[in-house]
């Protein structure tokens, strides 16, 4: 299953750590950041439920740039 986010970050050098830290994020097969168009597309691992996750993938992202949001 896969969704989209919107984000806010303020450069591609702090989307790429986003994206970095929610590829680690436990229930995240894989996930994308796309900083020219401001979102993030995230694949979720069978039986994981996004809500729960997403909640995880911002907290993990918070902790690699504290500037940045995840609209859940
Ligand atoms: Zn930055």
Redo the contacts with the bound molecule.
């Keep these: 299953m896969k969704k989209t986010y919107k984000i806010d970050v ?2 591609a ?2 989307a790429n750590k986003m994206e970095d830290a929610a590829k680690k994020t436990a229930g995240v097969k894989d996930a994308t950041v796309n900083f020219m168009a401001l979102k993030m597309i995230v694949e979720f691992e069978e039986g994981a439920e996004p809500k729960k996750v997403m909640q995880d993938v911002l907290k993990n992202c918070k902790k690699v740039e504290d500037d940045c949001e995840i609209f859940l």
């Design positions: 303020d450069c050098n702090c």
